[in-house]
Structures are given as C-alpha cells and as structure tokens.
C-alpha cells in the first residue's frame, strides 16, 4: 500500500512585515472611501485606476523578470500583497487573471515576442486578460472543447463560442483554449492562442448573473483571423498547459477570502457584548480561516521550491470553498438581518451580496467534484 | 526537521509499530499497565524529550517532541505519553526532580468553578494538600503534578502515585481519567512556587490533544483509503465508487486541516503557550475528528464497527479527546472573545499574527 500521508509542511516564517505595513497603508488611503458593500466585490470589483496605481507600486508581476516588467520578488512576497488587497477588499479584478493566470502563462511558454509585448503592460496594471476555456458543451469537461482553429495562409482561422468569459468585455486579450488538431485526439489536438480581442469577427455579449451583474460574457468567434505569432508554446500542447496552469492556482488567499468582507461586517454589528453562541460562530469561522492560511501558505512555499503540490492545494480549495459558502449560513443565524442588495444597511447588504455569489464559489476554477476526484487520484484511489 | 530530528520520530514510530498490538490494547483497556512498552518507550529517552538542555533533557527540539506525540496517537499507544511529556517539561520548569515512571498533570476545569479546588499550606514537616482533582489522565498509574492556590501564590507539587483517593474513571477509548481526592503531606522538595508555564494547564492540555487528534486522523485515513481499495462490491473496490471517494477527499481535507491546526499548537506549546492558536487548533481538530470518524465508519461498513477492527482505537480516542480539556464551543468561544476584543478592523490583523 502506497502511504496516504499528505504532507503540508510548515509555511515559510513571515519576515515580510515592512511589505505587509506599506501594503496596509497604501490601502487605508486608497479604499477609504470604498465601502462595504464594494469591498465585498473583491476580485470581481474591477478598477482600471486602481489596477494602474498597483502597477506603479510595483505589485503586478511581482515575481516576473526586471527585463519583462516585473519585479523580481519572491512568490511569499506576491502572497503578502494578495492576501492584503483581498482582506481589504480592493478591487482587483482588472489586473487579476493577468498577473495570477495569463502573465504567467506567457512566461513559461510565450514567443520572447510575446513577452516583451505584453508583460510590461501587464505589470504596469494597463493590460488585462479573459480567460477562453469554458464552452457551451464543454465545462468540467474541458477536453471536449469545439472551438477550432483551422490552419490558413500566415495564421489560423477560429470559430466556435466560448462561455462564462469573465470580463471578456473589459479586458485586451483572452487566452484562447481550441482545437488545432485531429477531433478524436482528445488532448493532444488543443492549444492555447492569444487573441487580441479587438480583432474582426469577435462578438462578446454580456451573460447577466442571477443577481443581474455583469461580469461574464458569451464570446462567439466567427472566421476571426489570427497570425501564426499567436501560439503560445507550442502547437498541440494546450492540455499540458493548461493542467500547469491549474495546479498552480488553486492554492491561494483568493480560495478562502471571498467572504471575509462579509465576516468583518457581521464582526462589526455584533459589537462589544455578542451572545457566546454568536462569539462561539465568529471564533470558529476565524478559526478556520488561520488554519487554510496555513495551508494555503505552506503550498505556497512548496512552489516556491518547485515542487508539483497538486493534490494539497485541491485540498485547500475544496475546504476553502467549503469555509466561503459557510460563512454566509452562518452570520444569517447569528445575526437577525435580512439581506437586499438595496439595502442601506452594509450588513444586508453585503450579506446579499455574498449570499447570490455563494454558489459559484464550488464552480468555478473547477466545481467541488472535480476537485474531489482530483483528491481521490492523490489519494491512490483512481 | 533535521535528519537527527526525523530519525527520533521513525524510530519511535517502529517501536509503536512492532509493539502496540491490537492485543496490547485491548489488554490495557482491561486495565493492565503495559510495563514492557512503557519502560521500550523509556529507554529511548521520550519521557523527557521536552525537557530543555540546560534542565537536565536532551536538549531536542520541542516540534520534535510534539511530534512523537502526534505519531504516538497515530499508533493509539495506551500510554500517558503527552501527559508525562508535559509533566516533566512543567517540573524541570520548577526546578523540581522528575520521577523516572509516568506522570500526569491536573488541569481544572476553566469553564466551571471546581467543587472543591485544590489548595496547599505550609505545614510543619512539609505542604499539606487537599481538594479534589476530577478525571486525572493516568491519575491511579502516575505521579500527579498539580498546581495549587496557596498563601504564597500559587505553587506547583508532585504528588507521588498511590497517594491520593482514586475513584477509578476512564473516556469513551477506556483510557484512564481517575478522580483524584487529596488530604495530605507532601515533603518540602516536591513543591515550588508555580513557573509561568504552569499557569496555563488547560491550554497545554488542549493543545496536546490537537496535537493526538491529528496524529489519530491520519491514522484513520490511512486505514480507509487502504480498506476502500481492497473491499471489492459489484466486482470492483469500493474506492472506484465517486460516492465513496467524495467522502474520502472530504476525510482527507478535514485531516489536512487537522494537521495544520495541530501545527499551529505544536508552535504554541513549544513557545509560550500563546492562547488563540491553541484555541484555534483544538477546535477545529475537534470539528474535524467528528466529521472524519463519521465517514471512516460509513467508509469500513460493519466490520469497521466490530471490536476485532482496529479502527475503533481510533475513532474512540478522537471521540474522547475532542470534548476534553474543553470542547469545540469552548475554545471557539475563547477565540471570538479575542475576535470581538480586536474589533471589525482588527479582524485581520489578528489573523495573520496568528
Ligand atoms: C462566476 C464564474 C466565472 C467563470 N469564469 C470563467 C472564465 O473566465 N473563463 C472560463 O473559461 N470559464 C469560466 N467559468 C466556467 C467554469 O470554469 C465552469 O463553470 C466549470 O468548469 C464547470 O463547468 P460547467 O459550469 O459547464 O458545469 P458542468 O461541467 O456541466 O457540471 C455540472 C455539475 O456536474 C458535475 N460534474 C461534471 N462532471 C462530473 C464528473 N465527471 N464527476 C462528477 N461530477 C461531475 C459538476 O461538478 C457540477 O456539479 C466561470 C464560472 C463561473 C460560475
């Protein structure tokens, strides 16, 4: 038998407090007038000026290479910032698939062209990133994604319709997952291109959520031309880097913070004399999250060596969604609050907020199944 | 950990290995003390692995220590490991001579007044102690260091096996918890105002049995993914099922947060018995060894729930462990008594000094 002992060594020691001090500060000042109930929309709040300002302290591409933009500074110190800009609320939606996802996508397989292109403008909090994997028949199952990109003279030809693109009508560029080889070669006929998303023959029509916010998009792809120089690694690798991508990104602060907002206001209106029940609820979801924090910092420093934690942080997700879908259960029995986005009251109505976003938090970046079975497969069992 | 520090760990971890038998259990559950494993457990010096160098220990490091606690639990060793563990760290802290057998320690309740609290008095030829001490771990078996109010402040005493009136006890894994009742002489050298460190009972207490709930977790993990790949229904192992893996991730998830909150006790424990950790990890290994044992049992079907499965060593003591020294609600309590002292925006920052 194969030992099942999973392994989360403890995280690397916090030195970084003069970051976490000038992080906090820039801040106060820069969310001061931002309140509760925008704080709530942390990273689907998107902000052009903000993201800009970020650019300029240097907190997008953190860990890049100078020569690329970026900053050079260790992935504990990207952490740092994250962490803080998500407890706080900052809206850091505009720059957020690019600096987490799609920058360093281009790092690790981009053409030096594409680096030099985009990177810098990435860093500088000017250039912003959808992701195109999702498609009408194709969700967790990704591989059977249709969209095709048909060899033509000096480039591709695409068609096809992508789904759920998040921020698809905001951003520059999408990361575009397709088709580029033999229909039966299930994983090795895909690759990823990058789209300009200003090119002829791209439609995106907004998708309103249940609450009716636009965030997500429908983005249809007709006879839309794309230069050779738009492969991003090489062609017919997609799957392979797509499944990098992944594993790298289900660990972070973003897997547990998404209803921290709406913790801090329950925090709030308890005030000074809460019931014990009350106090016992508040203690035990702050409980949780020190412990994911953890977690979640322990693989953090297990990247940061190089190492491949992908089953540990499909764990960390997975509890953390748990944890996020929770603590709105929980404040709505502590508190007598009813929620309306309308409401004047922050507490309805971040409450709200948090109670219509509840369920995508098992969906998206792969559903609680999907992880489980992940799970499962480091466990031994598949 | 270092390679010294991983070799202290595996080799206790073989000796548990060859010698806790199912057998060795189930006869101490029947109360027989296990000498023979006591006195292994002895040779190889833990009893005092968290005595500090400069008070006569080995000088290890205290995460080490703690982590032969934890694999201990991994084993289910009937023996009061931790508790000596804590008892001699807490005497060599006094500066008072440790015993070479087991000890245990008495940490009262902090949730409801004691009955009859223990107090100490200078008498001619010594202290006097009396008072009553409920559900001592060992409390027949072993010395006793308990901490008691006095004129002079508190002071700690150790109190010899065999003196006090035992009413014989025991938890959920039939592991010994004795009332203990007091009314006598203890000689001058056996008591010493009480150090810091002894203040906090309670919290060692709590943030020991996190530190054996993980450990026990683990083991309950391991034994469910080995049994759901070798139980075979409908012509495969029970582990190809998606239903029976998803609870499985689930046990794995709720043993990984185990794991890290216990770590989060371990660093308090080896360092100044800082309260919100303790209260943070012994709450949510208690969360997680109900969610975990439920699932193991659904997981192993009836023979999980026979007494020739070892599966119940396990389940028993997480069952026990994760309502003494204070159960979840109390320590989640304690924790959002700090959460509302630091306030809405002090919520963080609480966090990430934690
Ligand atoms: C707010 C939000 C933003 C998003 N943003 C983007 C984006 O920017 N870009 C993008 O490409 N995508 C995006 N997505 C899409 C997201 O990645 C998909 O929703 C996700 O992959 C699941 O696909 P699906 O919704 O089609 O569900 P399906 O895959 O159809 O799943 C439906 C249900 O069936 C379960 N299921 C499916 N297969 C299995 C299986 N093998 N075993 C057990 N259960 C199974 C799932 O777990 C789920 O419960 C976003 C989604 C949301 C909700």
Redesign the interface.
């Known amino acids: 038998m194969t030992e099942t002992s999973i392994t989360f060594p403890p995280p690397p020691a916090d030195t970084l407090s003069d970051l976490r001090a000038e992080v906090r500060d820039f801040l106060a000042t820069a969310l001061a007038n931002r309140k509760p109930r925008d704080r709530a929309r942390t990273w689907t709040g998107f902000d052009a000026d903000f993201s800009a300002q970020m650019g300029e302290r240097g907190w997008i591409g953190m860990t890049w290479p100078k020569r690329y933009g970026g900053h050079e500074r260790s992935a504990l110190e990207r952490y740092v910032v994250l962490e803080e800009m998500l407890a706080a609320g900052a809206p850091v939606a505009a720059h957020w698939i690019a600096d987490r996802q799609s920058g360093p996508l281009l790092l690790k397989a981009g053409t030096e062209e594409q680096r030099q292109a985009i990177l810098p403008r990435i860093a500088a909090g000017q250039c912003f990133f959808c992701i195109g994997m999702s498609e009408p028949d194709s969700g967790s199952d990704l591989a059977a994604a249709r969209t095709r990109a048909t060899p033509v003279e000096g480039g591709f030809r695409v068609n096809g319709t992508k789904l759920w693109t998040t921020y698809g009508h905001k951003s520059h560029y999408m990361i575009l997952f397709c088709r580029t080889g033999a229909a039966d070669d299930r994983h090795g006929g895909t690759s990823q291109l990058l789209v300009d998303l200003s090119t002829p023959g791209i439609t995106i029509r907004p998708i309103a959520d249940l609450s009716g916010e636009h965030h997500f998009n429908e983005v249809v792809f007709e006879d839309v031309f794309l230069p050779s120089s738009a492969v991003i690694g090489a062609l017919g690798d997609g799957w392979n880097q797509v499944m990098g991508e992944l594993a790298f990104e289900r660990s972070g602060p973003e897997r547990f913070l998404s209803s921290f907002i709406l913790l801090v206001e329950a925090v709030r209106a308890l005030g000074q004399s809460p019931s014990v029940a009350a106090q016992a609820a508040v203690g035990r979801l702050t409980g949780q999250i020190v412990t994911l924090r953890r977690l979640s910092r322990s693989v953090a420093g297990l990247l940061q060596r190089g190492e491949n934690p992908a089953l540990q942080a499909a764990l960390v997700k997975d509890q953390g969604a748990l944890l996020e879908q929770e603590i709105p259960e929980v404040v709505r029995t502590i508190l007598a609050v009813e929620p309306s986005l309308r409401s004047p009251v922050d507490l309805s109505n971040v409450l709200a907020h948090i109670v219509l976003a509840a369920p995508c938090f098992s969906l998206r970046g792969g559903t609680r199944e999907i992880l489980r079975g992940i799970i499962a497969r480091g466990l031994g069992l598949r | 950990m270092s390679d010294i520090d991983q070799i202290v760990v595996e080799t206790a971890a073989r000796l548990f290995a060859d010698d806790v038998t199912p057998q060795l259990r189930n006869a101490a559950e029947a109360g027989s003390w296990p000498q023979a494993l006591w006195e292994a457990v002895a040779d190889l010096g833990l009893p005092e692995a968290l005595v500090p160098e400069q008070a006569g220990g080995y000088g290890l490091d205290p995460l080490v220590a703690l982590a032969v606690v934890r694999t201990a639990a991994r084993f289910a060793v009937p023996l009061p490991l931790a508790e000596t563990l804590w008892a001699n760290r807490l005497l060599a802290a006094a500066g008072l001579s440790r015993p070479s057998g087991p000890v245990t320690f008495f940490a009262p309740a902090t949730s409801a007044p004691s009955v009859d609290p223990l107090q100490i008095t200078r008498s001619a030829d010594g202290w006097r102690l009396v008072g009553h001490a409920p559900r001592v771990p060992w409390g027949a078996q072993a010395d006793v260091v308990v901490v008691a109010d006095s004129a002079d402040g508190p002071m700690i005493a150790r109190v010899p096996a065999g003196r006090a009136t035992v009413t014989a006890g025991d938890n959920l894994a039939a592991e010994p918890r004795d009332d203990l009742a007091f009314d006598l002489v203890l000689p001058a050298d056996s008591v010493a105002p009480a150090p810091r460190l002894a203040l906090s009972l309670q919290e060692a207490g709590a943030a020991l049995r996190a530190i054996q709930m993980a450990g026990a977790l ?1 083991r309950v ?2 034994l469910s ?2 049994y ?2 070798e139980r075979v229904q409908f012509g495969r192992p029970i ?2 099922f ?1 239903a029976v ?2 609870n ?3 046990l ?2 709720q ?3 185990a ?3 216990a ?2 006790a371990a660093e308090a424990l080896a360092e100044d018995l800082d309260p919100l ?1 303790i ?3 012994k ?2 290994t208690g ?1 997680a060894a109900s969610s975990a044992c439920a699932i193991a049992h659904q997981v192993h079907g009836a023979i999980g729930f026979t007494h020739e499965h070892e599966l119940h060593h396990f389940t028993r003591r997480l069952w026990a462990w994760r309502d003494e020294y204070g159960n ?2 109390h ?10 002292a630091a ?3 002090g ?2 920052p ?3 000094a ?1």
């Open positions: 683990e993990l391991e993914v080995r759901a790949s582990g190809k998606q893996q998803q499985l991730a689930i794995a998830g043993t990984a947060a794991g890290g909150a770590d989060l950790p209260a943070i990890a709450a949510r969360e979840d609600t320590w989640n309590a304690r924790v959002g008594a700090a959460v509302t306030g809405a925006d919520l963080w609480l966090i990430t934690a």
